[in-house]
Each structure stands twice: as C-alpha cells, then as structure tokens.
C-alpha cells in the first residue's frame, strides 16, 4: 500500500474550517455515538446522575425565553425509563476556548423555564470532579437544575476504558466507539485533553527560579490552577491506560480555592508544585514534584517496612523487589521512635544495603522507604517532545511501570500451630519463620570497607 494512503475513517478530521466548526463537528460526533453505544452513553450519563434508559440525543436545539428570545444551546440528551423521563442541555467548548459565564447561566436560566433537570458543559478545561464546573454561577440557578462538567479528556478516558478494558459485545457499536476515539485523540479535533501549562508559565517558572514570585501575582494563580488540571490530566491518562478509576489526592472537604491559595503559596515560597495520585491496589500513592528552581521533576512512592525480623533483613525485602529499577533511584529509610533518615542510590543499596541501617542504632526499626526518582524538567510549552507535559507524564507513567506496579505491601505470616509430635519425625528441622535468619548477613553479601564492625 502507498505511504500516503489512510484509512477512512466514520468521523474525518479533514475539511475543518474554524472553531465554529470545530465544536459542531465534536459535539454532533459525542451526542450521535452516546445514542448509538448504550454502554458508553450511559456511562457519561452516570456522572450526572441520570437514570439508565433510552438515549436519544439532539443538536443545536432551539429553546425561546419569556421575552421570545432564542437561544441555541449546543445539543440536547433525553434518558427515557418507563415514565421517567430525564433532559439535560448541553454546552460545548473546543481547543482553548473558556465556558462563558453568562452563556452557562442564561442556559440553567432556559433549562429551569423548560423543565430541564440538568446542564453539562464539555470543554478541555480538567475540574477534579463533574460537579466542579470552571465557571462562576449563581448558586440559586443551579438549585432546581443541575450543572454539570466534563473535560473531554474525561470523555476520551471514558470512551477508551469502555472500549479497550470494559469491552462492547457489539462488534459494529465497537468500531463505532473506536473510530470516536480516533477522532477526538486527533489534534485537529480540539478535543484531545490538557493542552499546556498556559500562556504565564514560561514567566512564572522563570520568576520562581529567581526568587521574586509573588504568591499575590495573578501569574502564579494561573500556573496553580494549570498545575491543578495537570494533575487530573495525569490521573485520567493513567486510567486509559490500566483501565482502573486513578484519581488525585487532595484533602477532604478542602474547596478547590482554598487548595488553589495553598498552591500559589508553596510555588512563591518553595518554587515548587507537588500533585499526588492514587492508582487502586498499588502500595502507596505516586507524588509528582516539579521544581522550578533547580528545573527537575521527581516521582516518588512510599513504602512501610515490614513490622518483623532483623532491621537488614527488612530492607532487603524491598530492595529484591526493585530488579529492573534505575541505579539513580534515591532509597530513603526512616525509622521508628526516630528523627533519623538514611539515604543511598540504588546501586550503593544493593551493593551495601547495611549502610541504609541507622547509624545510631544499627538495631532500629525501619519504618518507612521513600522510593524517589529524579529527572531534568520538559521547559517547552505545548504536549510536544521536550515539553513540560509530555516530559512529566511520560516520567510518571515510567515510574509505575518500572516501580510501583511490581512493588508489593508487607504481609505479616499467619501464626503457625505446633506440629503434632506423631506427624513430625525427631530429625525434622523446623522451618524458620520469614526475616528470622541467624545472621543478618548473607551468602554473597559484599563486605561494606565503611562497617567499624567487620573482621580486620
């Protein structure tokens, strides 16, 4: 086949002239596959709290006002179940174009006069949860009809977790939800996630560097609430590609402004911005810094060590589950009842693990392993090669992948019964319990040249 030869495909980027277009060939695509794949649809749907039923969906649906003014919201979804019947306007921003508050509050305005139950904005701006929308409205608007936001990352995840891990039992609704992926993971779409750390981050990063941030700067508002969505961005990358509900970490009950402020706040003071989130069943969460002092970026995860046998033997544990990990990778151990840490690179940790002991107390307890691994910074804007974005997720995707996936917690033993005296014979060793060995020291061990303690 010709190299210049593509594959046609349901939904075409080509031929797209303007925003406008843009987002009426993003929106019509959305609302046509919701109707034509159940399963997708109503998985969308289940964030707002629509009932599961018939789908049908409408675009640019003309709704007047008490003054006979028009408005043409951007489509329109009906969930049908018996006599429930649940209505949803719906608002579309491509690219980099913002909601407008006005246009979202003139449309929970049409949604109460039409008995409407729902509005739901779609734009690439990340919130941390549907019911966060980015745009200030009047709480009062939103009391008998309910707003709603989703990122069309969101929507990319969804439809990626639906198709590649979920599965869709109907093979023609498969390659219908397979070719929306296509076009809405197309750059030419407008729709295909975080776009960059904004228009004030070169400067932003660059004042931090020097030292004359400003927590009060507007500047460092903006990048705290870029970084809020990069972290989200993250989170939903991972679950597209492990099919699991990644989330980000961040304190209960702590308002989005609140957490914002505290943003701002350690980026001026500390010149550093730190995210963490959480993938179901690994060991621990991963924490993403990036400072912009020293322009590295480190991912990290911890670990608490076993609660039994010798302080060495402890350690040990962890460092054979660490085969393929980087020799860079920094090992830091803290210990119980202590202020104390200990800190080695991995290669030194495997070639002399005792000196990750305490060096007051070689009989301490470790307590924790704090796994961190550091690498220069993207500084370009954009999601392209060398920059900020793409360099940050692909440093964290290859954290899990060659650290925390293979990574597994500490299990106590369960406790064992003596043997019955007729079952076990006199000469029988007894096995010994796990981390119990005689000497912490083992076969093939090098001799640390640093131990006070070894033979001259």
Not at 84 to 108: D, F, I, M
Request: contains cysteine.
């Amino acid at each position: 086949m010709p190299e210049e030869w593509h594959p046609a495909r349901l939904i075409p980027t080509a031929g797209i002239r303007g925003e406008e277009e843009r987002e009426r060939r993003a929106t019509s695509s959305l609302l046509a596959v919701m109707g034509a794949v159940p399963a997708f649809g109503q998985a969308i749907l289940a964030e707002l709290d629509a009932p599961r039923g018939r789908i049908s969906t409408f675009a640019e649906v003309q709704l007047k006002d008490a003054n006979g003014k028009v408005s043409i919201p951007d489509g329109a979804i009906v969930v049908e179940r018996g006599k429930t019947r649940w209505r949803c306007l719906l608002e579309v921003k491509t690219s980099g174009a913002p909601l407008k508050a006005e246009q979202v509050n003139r449309y929970l305005d049409m949604g109460r006069e039409h008995d409407f139950d729902a509005v739901l904005t779609i734009s690439n701006q990340i919130t941390a949860e549907p019911t966060e929308s980015p745009v200030a409205v009047d709480g009062r608007k939103s009391r008998k009809v309910g707003l709603f936001h989703l990122s069309w990352w969101r929507v990319i995840t969804e439809a990626i977790v639906q198709h590649r891990f979920r599965g869709i039992e109907d093979e023609d609704q498969a390659w219908i939800l397979g070719e929306l992926i296509a076009y809405l993971d197309h750059e030419k779409s407008g729709a295909s996630g975080f776009q960059d750390m904004g228009d004030k981050w070169v400067g932003v990063r660059n004042a931090a560097a020097a030292g004359t941030l400003r927590a009060t700067n507007p500047e460092a508002r903006r990048v705290a609430e870029r970084w809020d969505q990069f972290v989200d961005y993250l989170s939903l990358g991972l679950s597209q590609d492990l099919g699991r509900d990644v989330k980000p970490v961040r304190q209960r009950k702590q308002t989005s402004e609140v957490r914002l402020d505290a943003t701002a706040q350690e980026l001026a003071e500390a010149g550093t911005l730190q995210g963490t989130i959480k993938v179901p069943d690994a060991v621990g969460p991963i924490t993403v810094q990036a400072d912009l002092r020293t322009r590295k970026v480190s991912t990290s995860v911890t670990v608490d060590a076993p609660r039994e046998g010798r302080p060495l033997t402890r350690v040990k544990w962890l460092l054979k589950q660490l085969p393929d990990a980087p020799n860079d990778l920094r090992v830091d151990v803290s210990f119980s009842g202590s202020r104390e840490t200990t800190s080695l690179l991995l290669q030194e940790a495997r070639e002399y693990p005792q000196r990750l002991l305490s060096s007051s107390d070689a009989k301490r307890d470790p307590r924790g392993v704090v796994l961190t691994l550091t690498r220069p910074m993207g500084t370009k804007r954009g999601k392209g090669e060398q920059s900020f974005v793409l360099e940050t997720r692909q440093q964290a995707v290859d954290f899990y992948r060659r650290i925390v996936q293979g990574l597994r917690p500490w299990q106590a033993t369960a406790p064992r019964l003596p043997a019955e005296p007729e079952d076990v014979p006199e000469s029988a060793e007894a096995e010994p319990p796990p981390f119990s060995a005689d000497s912490e020291r083992e076969p093939g061990d090098a001799v640390d040249p640093q131990d006070p303690s070894r033979p001259s």
